[in-house]
């Protein structure tokens, strides 16, 4: 049995509960900014440097709440972590991705991410991967989140 891939993310919530999702270049979904981490690399180094990769977002590490280990996929679990940007904080169309991989039809190197949303709870089943739907219905309540984000005076 191959070990199971870890992939580190951050759900990042606007003001109003919405969640940061990023066009996956060349699909139909979108998905939240997360990847793999580099040997030793700790989930937390490898959540912020995957977020500044695939957004341009930087986010200072002292923001990120630890959301700890969920399973995602047969073959993959994810390492979430959860922050609250201020309203008017993120222009997304500054938001640009710098890493590349090779097109499938001419190995062309194209960014992994080529657009930009907040997306409410109601519409992550129209743009999300079933995988990231399932997760947001039932392990990671988004509303449960957002709540708790709130309380905690991170507006």
Known sequence: MSPRIVSCGIVL?????????????ETSHWDIPKGQGEEGELPRVTALREMVEETGIALEPERLKDLGLFVYRRDKDLHLFAARARAGEFDLSVCTCTSLFPRRSDGTLIPEMDAYRWASIEEIPQYASRSLTRLFETTLSLAELHRSLRRNGDE
Request: avoid cysteine; charge should be negative; aromatic fraction near 0%.
């Open 13 to 25: 919530l606007d003001p109003d509960g919405r969640v940061l999702l990023a066009h996956a270049t």
